[in-house]
């Protein structure tokens, strides 16, 4: 997996679900654009609730198909 700083890069549109980082731990997360073009991390959990502070991004590595 790669590591992309938000500062030079935005999430794909065609990927929701991404790994971030905030300076302080590593978690599960989904991605939203919003109307203006930004973008904003949430947790994926019940309650949903915005990750604050994100500075990396990585999207998961697909996985080979074995024969």
Not at 40 to 60: A, N, Q, R, W
Request: aromatic share 14%; glycine share 4%; with cysteine.
């Amino acid at each position: 997996m790669k590591w992309y700083s938000v500062k030079k890069y935005r999430p794909p549109y065609s990927v929701m679900e991404l790994i971030v980082y905030n300076g302080m731990s590593i978690k599960h997360a989904e991605c939203c654009a919003m109307s203006d073009g930004s973008y904003e991390f949430y947790k994926l959990d019940m309650d949903s609730t915005i990750i604050e502070g994100v500075t990396h991004f990585c999207i998961p590595e697909p996985i080979e198909i074995e024969e």
